[in-house]
T-cell receptor, first 113, second 111 residues
């Protein structure tokens, strides 16, 4: 299994541009998550999904949108990028709600200038 | 959420045991203590978790104080690959939006 894959690995955006961060998992996990990690800080939950067609906000959802049309994919959309969204974005998935089962992807490093 | 206090950084010599402390004095009776770690330039990975009893797995041991206000992650023989940021997270065992990461302890392993 490839586990959780994320693309792209790096991206530089100009202020006001939009982009979609891709996340795919091949473990048939129901739960998927998006986190952001600012320099020197811990991770904060942006959005999560408990299954195809179901999404909910996490701790820091403003400026982002998500969709979950399939079990495998959970893209994160940034509209009107701002410098405050400069961060490393991690996608994770889990089979259940058990918190010790989250598997994380390698991350996408995003810079907004 | 229970607040946690962890040292910002610790050092260990390779092949020696490492004890990573965590204070969580406001932990609730239903919170489990989860430990995750984040290797350089990678996403976090699960290490271990427990409720009241000490726990062991292939990666580490978790020693939980009798009053549950603190815990210690024990790496029995540190390797260079164990250099990472270690996060102590007291939280419910379930709940999609309940994994709150603090700033953790950065462990440096000296060859």
């Amino acid at each position: 299994n490839a586990g959780v894959t994320q693309t792209p690995k790096f991206r530089i955006l100009k202020i006001g541009q939009s982009m979609t961060l891709q996340c795919t998992q091949d473990m048939n996990h129901n739960y998927m998550y998006w986190y952001r990690q600012d320099p020197g800080m811990g991770l904060k939950l942006i959005y999560y999904s408990v299954g195809a067609g179901i999404t909910d906000k996490g701790e820091v959802p403003n400026g982002y949108n998500v969709s979950r049309s399939t079990t495998e994919d959970f893209p994160l959309r940034l509209e009107l990028a701002a410098p405050s969204q400069t961060s490393v974005y991690f996608c994770a998935s889990s089979y259940s709600r058990l918190l010790y089962e989250q598997y994380f992807g390698p991350g996408t490093r995003l810079t907004v200038t | 959420d229970a607040k946690t206090t962890q040292p910002n950084s610790m050092e260990s010599n390779e092949e020696e045991p490492v004890h990573l402390p965590c204070n969580h004095s406001t932990i609730s009776g239903t919170d489990y203590i989860h430990w995750y770690r984040q290797l350089p330039s990678q996403g976090p990975e699960y290490v271990i978790h427990g409720l009241t009893s000490n726990v062991n797995n292939r990666m580490a041991s978790l020693a939980i104080a009798e009053d549950r206000k603190s815990s210690t992650l024990i790496l029995h023989r540190a390797t260079l690959r164990d250099a990472a940021v270690y996060y102590c997270i007291p939280t419910l065992q379930t709940g999609a939006n309940n994994l709150f990461f603090g700033t953790g302890t950065r462990l440096t392993v000296i060859p």
